[in-house]
C-alpha cells in the first residue's frame, strides 16, 4: 500500500494518549496536573515570543564555531519550542482558551514554511531534522484545528516537504546519531504525510539499524567514543530512535521497542547500558576525566526513561526518575519533551 490516511493526530503522540492526558488532568491526578502546569507556564509565556524564522538555516559545526551553532540552533530551537508547547496546550486544555495557543501555534509555523527556503553549512540537516522535529510534532497535533487555514497547511506541506524532510532524507542512512535523527524525521514526515510506503522504508531502515548501532553488549560504539559527552551522546541517539520506534508502533503497530537482531539484542539492551552509567556516571569505561558530562534524572536522560518507563513497565526505569517528576525537557531538540504529562503506553 503507497498511500494510506492515518489517524489525525496521531503519529508520535496518539489520540489515545492525548486523550488519557487530558482525563488525568481533569481530574487532577498526579503527577499529570503538575506536569500540565509546568507545560502551561511555558505555553503562556511564549505566547506573545516573535518568531526567528530565516530564508538560509545556516548552522555550522560545533567543533569549528560552538558560538555560531549555538545561535542557530537557538533560533529554530525557541520557535520550535513555541509551536510545540502551544500545540500541546491547545491539546490538553479545555474551552475556548485553547485557540489562542493554537493561533500561536499556527503562526509560528507559518513564518517558518512562509520564510524558510534551505539548510546549508556543515550541520544545517543534523540541526533541521533535530530542532524541527518539534514544528514537526505541533503540525500534527493541530491537525484538527480549524483555525489553520488550508492555505497555511498547504505551505506548510510544500515547506515540509522540500525542506525539512530533504535535509532527513540526507542523513537518515548516516552511521552516528545523524541517521537515527534523519530516520525520526523521515518517519515523522511521512506520517503527517500520510505516505504508509514511506514509513514502511522507514521501519525496515531502522529496524536495520538496530543491530549496526547497538553492540552485544548495549554500548553504541558511534556515541561511546565521543570523549566527555560520551553518555550525552547515547541519549542524543536513543532519544530520535525510540521516537521512530513509536510512531512506527503507532502508525502500523509494528514494535521495535521489542525487537531484537540475529544476534539477541535491541533498543532494551542499550537503555539498560545507559541507565546503568546514568547511575554511575564514574564508572564509565569509555572516558577518563572529571569534565565527563553527568545524567541528571530531572533532565537528560531522565526525559527518555520516563518514557521508556511506560513502554517496557519496568520499575527500574521509573524508580530513577520518580523523584525528578515532572519532568521537562527541551533546548534544541524536541523528542520526549514532555514525558509525565505525556505519558507512553506500551504495546
Known sequence: ??????????????????????????????????????LMKEATGNLDRPSEAMEDFSV????KDAEGHRIMMGRLGRDAWTAYSCAIAYQVTSGAARNKFADKAVRTL???????????NHDGDLAM???????????ELLSDYGGWTDGQRMEFRSWLENVYLESCSKISVRPNNWGDWGNLGCIASHYFLDDA???????????????????????????TCRGNNGI??????????????????????????????????GIEHALDYLLKYSREPGTWPHYIGKDLNIPRPGKWPGNLFEAMSGIYGRKDYEDWIIEARPIMYFGHHYTWSTPTLLRTVGS
Open 110 to 120: 507559518s513564518s517558518w514554511s512562509s520564510i524558510n527556503r534551505k539548510t546549508s
Open 232 to 265: 550525552w551522546y547515547t541519549y542524543f541517539a536513543l532519544a530520535p530512535l525510540t521516537s521512530a520506534s513509536q510512531i512506527a508502533l503507532n502508525s502500523r503497530g509494528v514494535d521495535l521497542f521489542h525487537y531484537k537482531c540475529e544476534a539477541g539484542y
Open 1 to 38: 500500500m503507497k498511500n494510506k490516511s492515518f489517524e489525525h493526530p496521531g503519529g508520535f503522540h496518539s489520540s489515545a494518549q492525548l486523550e488519557i492526558s487530558r482525563n488525568k488532568v481533569a481530574l487532577r491526578e498526579q503527577p499529570w496536573l503538575a506536569a500540565y502546569e509546568s
Open 60 to 63: 555550522p559545526g560545533y567543533y
Open 197 to 223: 510506503g514511506g514509513i514502511d522504508a522507514d521501519i525496515e531502515r531502522i529496524r536495520n539499524r538496530i543491530g549496526e548501532a547497538i553492540a552485544p553488549d548495549g554500548s553504541m560504539p558511534h556515541e
Open 129 to 139: 531534522a533535530d530542532a524541527g522535529s518539534g514544528l514537526l510534532f505541533a503540525a
